[in-house]
């Protein structure tokens, strides 16, 4: 089956300048995930989809960072305007739960360099 | 707060030998546990997982060892290989009030396994 896609693969901005990534799960899954990953760091996760609802966005930076999932598939996030510290890979993944069996699958993810 | 600790920030191993990666927990609540392994550029991919009501679970060459009492879990590869030369992640799930779950990465492991 197709893994999960992510673009671009890179992105170079100027600070206060505005960026976003696209992501299309794996087809079926119906949890999808943003997690933005500092260099050094884990993957925090930015917002949590269930189809096309949000369940969790306590992490969110709600005045610069937005995300959407139209029609419960495909994912966008946003950021406006972008900051240095913003600088990071940004993964999407998304799952689907089999009794307390749930496996994330990752995309490749978006290295974005704010300068 | 850091939930999910992975407290040494690499490890190198000779060819051949056992690599053991340890991960530390905090909340109580955390019933599944998962290990991603992430190469440069790539995103993490699943690696193995266990449920709270197990203390081992194997996967050829990879076992996972759960000890609840001490909120400790370890990673064994053996043999180690070169090509598993990686960042390894720990993951701890725990079920939110709404009936989703949350996923928690700890702060990765360089493994470098020596040829």
């Known amino acids: 089956e197709a893994g999960v896609a992510q673009s671009p693969r890179y992105k170079i901005i100027e600070k206060r300048q505005s960026v976003a990534f696209w992501c299309n799960p794996i087809?079926?899954?119906?949890?999808l995930y943003w997690y933005q990953q500092i260099l050094g760091q884990g993957p925090k996760l930015l917002i949590q989809f269930q189809n096309n609802g949000v369940v969790d966005d306590s992490q969110l930076p709600k005045d610069r960072f937005s995300a959407e999932r139209l029609k419960g598939v495909d994912s966008t996030l946003k950021i406006q305007p972008a900051k240095l510290e913003d600088s990071a890979v940004y993964l999407c993944?998304?799952?689907?739960?089999?009794?307390?069996?749930?496996?994330?699958?990752f995309g490749s993810g978006t290295q974005l360099s704010v300068l | 707060d850091q939930q999910v600790k992975q407290n040494s920030p690499s490890l190198s191993v000779q060819e051949g030998r056992i690599s053991i990666l340890n991960c530390d927990y905090t909340n109580s609540m955390f019933d599944y546990f998962l290990w991603y392994k992430k190469y440069p550029a790539e995103g993490p991919t699943f690696l193995i997982s266990?449920?709270?009501?197990?203390d081992k679970n194997e996967d050829g060459r990879f076992t996972v060892f759960l000890n609840k009492s001490a909120k400790h879990l370890s990673l064994h590869i053996v043999p180690s290989q070169p090509g598993d030369s990686a960042v390894y992640f720990c993951a701890a799930s725990a079920e939110r009030t709404s009936g989703t779950y949350k996923y928690i990465f700890g702060t990765g492991t360089r493994l470098k396994v020596l040829a």
């Open positions: 266990i449920s709270s009501i197990k």
């Open positions: 993944a998304s799952s689907r739960r089999v009794g307390q069996e749930e496996k994330l699958f």
């Open positions: 087809s079926g899954h119906a949890t």
